[in-house]
């Protein structure tokens, strides 16, 4: 098999995601609750978890609504406390994977082009490449609504691949969520490897398309694959 174009996703798979939003949410909690919020822990945090799972990552007032899910007044310094601890820790834990930066440069060396083909808003996504100092190492970035899509739909995977001058069958998509990566990487034609870990590790796959060509556990055996 000869792969000449990599393909990847950004959350869990080119860094832990899953453990930076779970623990910015904890701290805002914590101080969220020292600033005077009259709930124990495990029931913010459960709360937050539930407004984030309904309004969505990209939404702007999750401890807006928060509060008043919990019965309380909206308080600014309370909401202030929140914002400042969750910003915090996110940007301390948004690092690469060990291994993230060298398999990139590794691939690269042997000539092959890399991406990023993601879903989400386009200037947090952006942000993140940027942030973990990664933006330089792609040959290109395409985020799903800079094209006009709301998902890694086809049209996405055929943008990056016209101009990556590659084709899906030499091709291969590197990501975490077998129903929101995978399956559209498989339908536009591409190899799929699936990640296994982050918030998605446990997830089975419910449909033949998410069924990933092969499984790793860290991006370096990405070259077993293509040995």
């Keep these: ?63 807006d609504r928060m509060l008043e899910r919990l019965g309380l007044r909206v308080s600014s310094r309370i909401i202030a406390a929140a914002v400042a601890a969750y910003h915090d820790t996110k940007f301390a834990y948004l690092r ?22 993601s879903a989400g808003n386009p200037v947090k996504q952006w942000e993140k490449l940027i942030r973990l100092g990664l933006q330089h190492l792609f040959h290109h970035v395409v985020i799903a609504k800079e094209v006009g899509c709301e998902t890694l739909e086809r049209r996405v995977f055929e943008e990056a691949l016209k101009t990556l001058n590659s084709t899906p069958e030499e091709s291969l998509f590197v990501g975490c969520s077998p129903s929101e990566e995978l399956a559209h990487a498989k339908t536009a034609g591409l190899l799929t490897v699936r990640v296994k870990r982050g918030a998605h590790r446990s997830e089975k796959p419910k449909a033949p398309e998410e069924i990933p060509d092969y499984e790793v556990s860290t991006l370096v055996e990405l070259f077993n694959i293509t040995k």
Excluded at 96 to 117: A, D, F, M, N, S
Aim: charged fraction near 25%; glycine fraction near 6%; proline fraction near 6%.
């Design 1 to 63: 098999m000869i792969v000449k174009c990599f393909l990847f996703g950004i959350d869990d798979t080119l860094y832990d995601a899953s453990l930076q939003k779970y623990l910015a949410r904890m701290n805002a909690v914590r101080a969220m609750i020292e600033a005077g919020l009259p709930v124990d822990p495990e029931t913010a945090f459960n709360t937050l978890k539930a407004v984030v799972a309904e309004y969505g990552e990209d939404y702007d007032k999750h401890f």
């Design 96 to 117: 690469p994977h060990p291994e993230t930066v060298p398999t990139l440069i590794r691939l690269r060396e042997q000539g092959c082009k890399i991406g990023v083909v």
